[in-house]
């Protein structure tokens, strides 16, 4: 059986709490809406998947806020991790770095 | 009795208790052994032990009164006596007159008076008895929501905490909150990386300055003593587990209060001014907290763990909840709710949520917690002058 969590309906990550192999289909009901997601990559306990697209620069939100910013295009049922996802306190350090 | 209401004791000073405690206070440490013979021999008494109350001064002393007198004036509490020795400096007749101002019956003793330990036990028997017939004759009767002040603790933590049994309750809490309940978040210690999401919650800036302020006081004493616990969060085990950023990682701790306006950031043990979510500046070590909460005021206390723990209170309730299936097996003794279905995906957090609220409601109604059949009623005050002595 496939086991996730959405913590709350303005998230856009999902937690896997079994592992979820990619290809699988999963439905999400989130808000009162069904939504259908094809995991993209293997996903550990514990991890976190997309719900919807997330732009680079767009925010990741789970329990209802911010937890981190997309450094790479992040596509619905992609891994959601360390690879494409930094604190926000990091990525105001990279914007304020780069704009030097 | 409606879905959302309980059953508990009306006070002279409007506020609703779940217990009706004959409390007995130990003023300091000498006094321990008197105040716990006392309270074995007369119904429906607890006493209270700790190490302290002799040699503090400054904010040190302010904090071990205060402790000592929330304690007492938290409305499970019906009646009080004060037992001191008669030389420490937190005396048993301070604590008694701070107490009396909430207008239940209160009174104090010292060994040294008394003549002796033993006469000290009879006398305060005595008094105690006497304080006992009009102190326990009130009935309960029904009361709202909006007559609760919920604490909220996790301690003994892993991956199910901030998955499942958090977000549950933070379910509870918010439930609470809108029915104009109160609400109280203690560890500040472990808010580090969320404090900009509690700020931006708060009612006003001065507010938002002292959620600020409350994680810069511990990253600056963790930096004393050559610690970055910003840079060194989240841990590699945390990112193998799953948790991408130090944001997360708080969040998973602080989604246990909800997520509705921060009313103010409460000092240790301090009793909030008025209803809705408020946040306390301590942190975190588990039974300091559930001391801390119960002093400030607090009627029950849900305690989240995932590895188990016995923690209880002498005042308030204490209702264990867990996500991790073996632990709750292994330890269902100290456990009260089984939340691991969240886990199982058998149960969403909002309807676990329910459930844990439900169990919260029959605990303020009188239904004892596992920590209350056990008798595990554990006292400790967070120290002010922690290297003075």
Redesign the interface.
């Known amino acids: 059986?496939?086991?996730?969590?959405v913590?709350?309906e303005k998230d856009n990550v999902a937690?896997?709490?079994?592992e979820i192999r990619s290809g699988t289909k999963v439905n999400v009901r989130i808000g009162g809406r069904e939504l259908e997601v094809e995991i993209k990559n293997d996903i550990?306990?514990?991890?976190?998947f997309a719900l919807r697209d997330i732009d680079v620069g767009g925010n990741?939100v789970?329990?209802?806020?911010?937890?981190?910013v997309a450094t790479k295009p992040i596509k619905a049922g992609e891994h959601?991790?360390?690879h494409n996802?930094?604190?926000?306190?990091?990525w105001k350090a990279m914007k304020e770095a780069g704009e030097r | 009795m409606s879905g959302l209401e309980f059953m508990g004791y009306r006070r002279k000073d409007g506020s609703v208790g779940v217990r009706n405690h004959l409390l007995v206070v130990s003023a300091v440490s000498c006094a321990n052994h008197v105040a716990r013979r006392i309270a074995e021999q007369v119904k429906n008494a607890v006493s209270i032990t700790h190490p302290y109350g002799c040699g503090h001064i400054g904010e040190d002393f302010l904090r071990v009164w205060g402790t000592l007198s929330g304690l007492g004036a938290n409305p499970n509490v019906a009646g009080v006596l004060v037992v001191g020795l008669g030389c420490e400096n937190v005396t048993a007749s301070l604590i008694a007159g701070e107490i009396a101002k909430t207008g239940k019956p209160v009174e104090w003793i010292n060994i040294q008076d008394e003549g002796g330990s033993l006469k000290a036990v009879q006398r305060g028997c005595e008094l105690l008895v006497e304080m006992a017939g009009d102190a326990l004759d009130v009935e309960r009767e029904p009361c709202g929501l909006n007559e609760l002040v919920l604490g909220t603790e996790c301690g003994g933590s892993d991956?199910t905490s901030g998955?499942?049994s958090n977000?549950a309750v933070?379910v509870v809490a918010d439930i609470v909150v809108d029915a104009g309940g109160t609400v109280i978040l203690p560890e500040s210690s472990e808010w580090i990386?969320?404090e900009?999401?509690l700020a931006s919650r708060a009612v006003n800036s001065e507010v938002a300055k002292k959620c600020y302020d409350a994680v810069e006081y511990y990253v600056k004493r963790a930096m004393e003593l050559g610690i970055d616990f910003?840079g060194a969060q989240p841990t590699p085990g945390n990112?193998a587990?799953?948790?991408?950023?130090?944001?997360?990682k708080s969040?998973?701790t602080?989604?246990k209060a909800g997520?509705r306006p921060v009313q103010d950031v409460l000092g240790y043990g301090e009793k909030p001014k008025g209803k809705g979510l408020y946040l306390m500046n301590e942190p975190g070590l588990d039974i300091e907290s559930i001391t801390g909460l119960a002093a400030a005021g607090c009627q029950v206390i849900i305690f989240t763990t995932g590895r188990g723990t016995p923690a209880g209170s002498p005042v308030s309730p204490v209702v264990k909840v867990t996500a991790n299936k073996e632990t709750f097996n292994k330890m269902r003794c100290d456990i009260d709710v089984d939340v691991s279905s969240?886990?199982?995906?058998e149960e969403t957090?909002e309807d676990a949520g329910r459930r844990i609220l439900n169990e919260v409601l029959m605990v303020a109604s009188g239904k004892p917690t596992k920590s209350e059949l056990i008798g595990n009623m554990e006292v400790a005050i967070l120290r002010a002058a922690k290297y003075m002595f």
């Not at chain 2, 587990?241 to 997360?248: F, K, L, Q, V």
Request: glycine content about 14%; some cysteine; hydrophobic content about 50%.
């Open positions: 059986m496939v086991k996730f969590v913590m709350s937690t896997a709490v079994s550990p306990f514990g991890h976190k990741v789970k329990y209802g806020e911010v937890i981190g959601v991790h360390v996802v930094v604190s926000s306190f990091v | 991956a998955l499942a977000p933070g990386g969320a900009h999401i910003r990112i587990g799953g948790i991408t950023t130090i944001e997360e969040l998973g602080i989604c997520s969240i886990i199982e995906g957090i």
